[in-house]
């Protein structure tokens, strides 16, 4: 490792963390990722509790709640805590489907997890899946000019023998562990963020004119809560930088996914058990799903929240 990560995470590592009376926190390592304990999602979340659980997820980036039973209803009403809901970009055009009776189209949304609940998205891989949802590095719906803040994933089964777990990767320390040269270079730049590729690949659609599902954003952006700066660009859904020439812009953004992707240090790896909740701020970190269990089935499913949050320098 360099020494400018070796400087990144000891002072990442070194800062003051935050107390918590109403919830005991675990690390899962010192730089990303706690288990939360003492807490019932299904019961309701008083005004001191939400405040000690949203700060944790600022601090952490990744919080774990084991052992929880939750509706869909009481999964939505913990999301709503932090803000509106979040509804799949695809989920008009699942409901097209239906109209038409296009069986053939409906097959293709629901393996992406549309339902008939605007709010939810199915997660669900078995012997029969071409693909699963999450896999691949990616931050959530960054094509969105208001993406999600965070998105609540619930897997209530898993394979008998292990597997499907999820990895994440802190974006505050990917940008700090850059050099302080390429951080100076990379302000003030820009990223375009696209859907182009989940459209093609997994919807085969084409949308209608004038949709684009696509948005520009700073390539380091702020935390609205911490103030701290974060890389804001991932493997799945940024396409390219406008001020670069096309092979600048590639060569670019491949380092800084590889810097994202391979830098082990910046990331968690949360193992499910049945009826565990993760919780993880989309703003400050990037997440894999790992397909290690095929053809055995995981089920769950995912609410994601709006939070009033615009991505800026």
């Known amino acids: 490792m360099d020494n400018f990560a070796l400087a990144a995470i000891r002072a990442w590592n070194q800062r003051q963390r935050p107390q918590f009376r109403l919830i005991d926190v675990k690390p899962i390592n010192p730089t990303l990722g706690a288990e939360i304990f003492g807490v019932d999602l299904s019961q309701d ?8 659980i949203n700060a944790a997820l600022v601090e952490y980036q990744v919080i774990v709640f084991r052992d929880q039973h939750l509706s869909p209803e009481r999964h939505k009403a913990f999301g709503r805590l932090f803000g509106k809901l ?9 409901m097209k489907a239906k109209a038409d009776g296009d069986q053939e189209a409906i097959t293709r949304y629901k393996q992406i997890g549309l339902t008939d609940d605007t709010e939810i998205l199915a ?7 071409k693909n699963v949802a ?12 208001e ?12 394979p008998g023998e292990g597997g499907g777990a999820t990895l994440f990767m802190n ?14 270079y990379l302000e003030g730049l820009t990223a375009v963020h696209s859907a182009a590729g989940l459209y093609n690949k997994f919807l085969r659609i084409t949308p209608p004119a004038g949709v684009t599902h696509e948005c520009e954003h700073p390539i380091v952006v702020r935390h609205p809560v911490s103030g701290r700066k974060m890389l804001y660009v991932n493997f799945g859904l940024t396409s390219h930088i ?3 020439a096309p092979h600048e812009s590639d060569a670019l953004l491949q380092m800084l996914f590889r810097h994202c992707q391979t830098m082990v240090e910046l990331h968690c790896r949360v193992q499910w058990t049945p009826n565990t909740l993760t919780f993880w701020d989309n703003r400050a970190t990037q997440h894999h799903a790992v397909w290690d269990y095929f053809p055995n089935k995981r089920v769950g499913q995912r609410v994601s929240v709006l939070g009033g949050w615009r991505p800026s320098a």
């Open 86 to 94: 979040h509804s799949h970009p695809g989920h008009s055009y699942y």
């Open 171 to 184: 974006s505050h320390l990917a940008y700090e562990t850059l050099s302080d040269s390429m951080k100076g």
């Open 134 to 145: 999450g896999e691949g590095w990616h931050t959530d719906a960054t094509f969105e000019a």
């Open 123 to 129: 997660i669900a891989a078995d012997e029969t899946s």
């Open 45 to 52: 979340i008083s005004p001191e509790l939400f405040a000690e």
């Open 242 to 244: 406008p001020q670069l």
């Open 147 to 158: 993406p999600p803040m965070g998105s609540l994933l619930y897997i209530t089964e898993l």
